[in-house]
């Protein structure tokens, strides 16, 4: 493993979006990871846990956004649609 972000909240899920994880630009690059870089993700909440990539997501943004059919999976509650 290169760089993991721990314990960070799913902001965000875009159903219509192919999958992948938008993660905001500044947390991508503290973390030293790299856009398009293999990830895993691990829901703590409710064990889920699967692989996909990174997109940059707007700078400062705070966005941690999971795509596709696995955004569901990722988050607790109410979803979002973000673009």
């Known amino acids: 493993m290169r760089a993991k972000i721990h314990r960070t909240a799913v902001t965000d899920s875009d159903l219509g979006y192919r999958g992948s994880t938008a993660i905001d630009k500044t947390l991508l ?3 030293g990871m ?3 870089g293999r990830g895993a993700i691990y829901n ?4 889920e846990r699967f692989t996909t990539y990174a997109t940059t997501g707007p700078k400062d943004s705070g966005i941690s956004c999971i795509n596709g059919a696995r ?3 990722g988050k607790e ?3 979002r649609r973000h673009r």
């Open 29 to 31: 690059e503290k973390a």
């Open 34 to 36: 790299s856009p398009y």
């Open 44 to 47: 703590i909440t409710n064990g």
């Open 71 to 73: 955004g569901p999976q």
């Open 77 to 79: 509650g109410r979803s």
